[in-house]
């Protein structure tokens, strides 16, 4: 069943009494003017949706109240909710794991709740695993960053079809984005490069929130295949803001993005996987940080020279800890964004990619063209390497990013 903006979920007492969070009271006053999540204002409303219903709750460090209590604890204390199974994305659900890596199934010693493990499993898998929880409806409350290679908006995708294949509910909470959502930007992938970094097509940074998202995976792409879905929005929350203004305090949404600011530049940078260059993995200031053994002054002089808006590259010498180069001294670059409204994250990574190929003889793409599946098609790779500079690049996905953003204006649920 696919809800339409006008079906979606209106929870009374959005501005109301944050106090109804769940067992106990809250630790601190709470800032006037604040963004009030999707779980507030399921708390607000007595847990009205889930009443009922045996829950299951994908979710990680991330899915914490305004006052820093985990959501798992909140409703496991409550007896309104009959709360059975927690499910962990990537990086797991207490978020110990690195990249491309889980915590495995077990119990969580806090409540003696089953934790299943998400990644990886998808389609009948994961329904079945749905059903061996005993569960009927599915919460999904993750902290997102903006990216369409950040792998837990591909985790709700899998979640909403397994959803529909097991016959279970599934209730969205949202957060915010925290980079904005002013705008979308970046290519639009192409359904032959889907993976787990990009299931359907959408821009790479889509500019949008979980809940905005779970509503075009059910219109757009999943159709007759998707759940039975209920999203709860925030209140407060507007399309400029970004992390920072939320009055809502940032747990790192996995162990390489520990800042806002990190999210802030990944949308671009982390397009440095696909090369033999270091993203900063490693270091205290990864995505903000990119470089490898060889790499001189030289690449800061170009990339500023390109006059790309809101950002400047300070000249960078840094040692990964682990990862790629690791222990050994690289030279590089640091963006500094002076300006966010103004910075596309995007493009500055184009710029990056294409002056760190024209000032260092060592560039080189991985050998197995991950690049193609962050910017879901082989175009940014083939221009690249064709010499193409920043706007020629921008110019080729414009077309499919103008179609993207008309689309995505009939799910937006916010000014």
């Known amino acids: 069943m696919t809800v339409s903006r006008r079906g979606v979920l209106g929870l009374a007492g959005a501005a109301g009494a944050v106090g109804a969070l769940g067992a106990g009271s809250p630790r601190e ?6 963004v009030r999540t999707g779980f507030e204002r399921l708390a607000a409303d007595g847990y009205a949706e889930l009443a009922g219903r045996r829950v299951g709750v994908v979710t990680n460090p991330t899915g914490i109240t305004a006052d820093a209590r985990h959501l798992v604890d909140v409703l496991h204390a409550d007896e309104r909710v009959d709360l059975v199974a927690v499910f962990g994305p990537e990086h797991g659900f207490r978020g110990t794991a690195q990249a491309g890596g ?5 119990r969580d010693p806090a409540t003696g709740l089953p934790v299943y493990d998400t990644y990886g499993t998808s389609g009948r898998r994961l329904a079945d695993l749905f059903t061996a929880a005993g569960i009927d ?4 409350d993750v902290q997102d960053v903006g990216a369409r290679f950040y792998t837990y908006v591909w985790t709700l995708y899998d979640c909403m079809r397994a959803a529909a294949l097991a016959g279970k509910a599934v209730v969205v909470l949202d957060r915010p984005n925290p980079v904005g959502g002013r ?12 993976s787990f970094v ?11 929130t979980v809940a905005e998202l779970a509503l075009l995976f059910n219109g757009e792409f999943l159709g007759a295949e ?7 929005p925030m209140a407060g929350w507007r399309r400029g803001s970004f992390f920072g203004e939320t009055g809502l305090p940032w747990v790192p949404p996995s162990p390489n993005v520990p800042t806002p600011d990190t999210a802030l530049a990944y949308a671009g940078t982390c397009l440095f996987e696909g090369t033999n260059l270091s993203e900063g993995r490693g270091t205290t200031t990864p995505f903000e940080l990119v470089g490898a053994e060889g790499v001189d002054r ?16 300070r000249e960078a010498w840094f040692t990964p800890a682990f990862s790629k180069h690791a222990g050994k001294v690289c030279g590089g670059v640091r963006l500094i964004v002076h300006d966010r409204e103004a910075f596309d994250p995007v493009r500055a990574g184009i710029g990056l ?36 500079g920043v706007e020629e690049i921008a110019g080729d996905w414009s077309a499919g990013l103008a179609r993207f953003a008309a689309v995505r204006e009939e799910y937006l649920l916010y000014p």
């Open 29 to 34: 006053p709470r800032p006037p003017g604040r």
């Open 102 to 106: 889980s915590e495995g199934a077990g």
């Open 137 to 140: 409806t599915l919460v999904f």
């Open 183 to 194: 705008r979308a930007a970046g290519p639009v992938l192409q359904r032959p490069y889907a």
């Open 198 to 208: 990009g299931r359907e097509p959408i821009a790479l940074a889509h500019g949008m």
């Open 226 to 232: 998707g759940p039975r879905l209920r999203t709860v």
């Open 298 to 313: 030289r690449w800061a002089e170009a990339a500023n020279g390109l006059g790309l808006a809101g950002v400047w590259f």
């Open 353 to 388: 990619l294409v002056t760190a190929r024209r000032v260092w003889s060592g560039f080189g793409w991985r050998a197995d063209h991950w690049i193609d599946r962050l910017t879901g098609s082989d175009r940014v790779r083939t221009l690249v390497d064709a010499g193409a």
